[in-house]
């Protein structure tokens, strides 16, 4: 069977597990890690293809959460293609604005239209014979939400207004470091088992490769045994791995390739403690990626973050100074912009904040050069927030929030993202041929 297809049959037998034994709850948080939260996602996509049969509906819902008055208004209006295409093969009669009219009532007296959204589902439901014995499963995952507390607001208002067995919303989150704190009480949260992505790629490329001896095809598969002994902390078998991905990667000069197989070399080093095994792959490592390259500074960003771990704070922020003078000679102002937010980091809390302070004006310069996407992209908001710590109540302070609103816009601070240091990583999956 389809190593994908076999995850997404153990994630159903999953979820119906749950399902039936808590039959009364509305709401269903599912609690996993990254990889694991994207199989679910996939997982409620898939019932949408042609090739997944099922007896009950699963919808997804990605649109960003900012009007709570109108949130399932909108939900509801982007399921008419869905219903028009049911009621077809149903032979209904019911057309959609009829279950749709009240739902679409904008009303000021309150706070979410969660309510409503519930009220038209269950009256479409109940209006309808052709979906008894069914249910309808919706996964809420907003790509933004305005308002963390207006959301929880809407998710308590449907739990209320909820009372059909057959209707279910679900969201997704991790365990660690929750976005969602209070949540209705009639919920049911659930962890996911765990999905072995790395074991999953390497099945997938082995029952995908055109030819299982072509070297190509044996690279992919050694990088990706790499990550999986890796993951099980089989360090030995891992380096066989990739010793062999690289003698492979030489011979057909893929130098991408070959760079990544050092850095995860590096990282299985260093997870062994051997630190000076992992300074020289990475010293052999930086000697392949060439003078000026994305991919050189990149991997100095790594072997900087290799540097902060063994706790060598000065040679690390040569390494980034380093990432960040390429970044500006290639005209990479995002990955500048990210170097000298690390080093201000690094030496934050030191007994002078002057080198802080300089490093993160330097983020500002940088910044007042992007283009509005780039600006949108980047730490700017963050870095900024974090010099106005530094600078106080001063007249510097004022002129900086000045200058953040005239780029970003009033509400800069509230659509702030804390930058993922990983997104500034060259992952050891990346580059590999497929």
Known sequence: ?????????????????????????????????????????????????????????????????????????????????????????????????????DATIHDDNVKTDAASTARTLIGLYESLPPLRGHKIFILLSPQHISNVPLFE???????????????????????????????????????????????LMNNVAAQTADDPNDEESVLQQQMLLANVHFSRREFDNAHVALAKAIGIARRHNLTDVLCTAHLLDAYVWLTQNEQEKAHNTFRTLLSLTGEGTLLSAQMHVNYGGFLLAIRRKEDAINAFEKSAEIARDIKN??????????????????????????????????????????????????????????????????????????????????????????????????????
């Not at 269903?28 to 007896?55: I, Q, R, W």
């Not at 449907?158 to 209707?167: F, L, T």
């Not at 704190?181 to 659930?190: A, G, I, Q, S």
Request: proline share 4%; net charge negative; aromatic share 10%.
């Open 1 to 101: 069977m389809n190593p994908v297809r076999l995850e997404l049959l153990k994630i159903d037998r999953q979820w119906y597990e749950q399902v039936k034994a808590h039959t009364d709850k509305p709401l269903f948080v599912c609690l996993g890690e990254k990889h694991t939260l994207n199989m679910f996602d996939v997982y409620f996509k898939s019932h949408g293809a042609d090739e997944v049969e099922s007896n009950d509906f699963f919808l997804v819902n990605y649109k960003p959460f900012e009007d709570a008055q109108r949130y399932g208004a909108e939900l509801l209006e982007d399921l008419q293609l869905v219903y028009n295409l049911w009621r077809e093969n149903n032979l209904t009669s019911v057309p959609c604005k009829e279950w749709l009219r």
């Open 333 to 434: 102002p995002l990955l500048e912009m990210e170097c000298y937010r690390i080093m201000g980091q690094t030496q934050d809390g030191t007994l002078t904040d002057s080198q802080t302070i300089a490093y993160y004006e330097k983020c500002i310069e940088i910044g007042m050069t992007m283009n509005n996407e780039e600006r949108r992209q980047s730490s700017l908001a963050y870095v900024a927030t974090l010099l106005l710590k530094k600078y106080g109540s001063s007249n510097k302070a004022e002129e900086l929030r000045r200058q953040m609103e005239q780029y970003l816009g009033a509400d800069w601070q509230t659509d702030m993202q804390v930058p993922n240091m990983d997104d500034l990583y060259h992952s050891p999956l990346t580059n590999v041929p497929s």
């Open 153 to 199: 607001q809407w998710l308590f208002d449907w739990c209320v207004n909820m009372n059909s067995c057959d209707i279910k919303i679900v969201v997704l989150e991790k365990p660690e470091g929750r976005l969602l704190k209070n949540l209705p009480d009639n919920r049911h949260e659930f962890v996911l088992a765990g999905t072995d992505i790395a074991s």
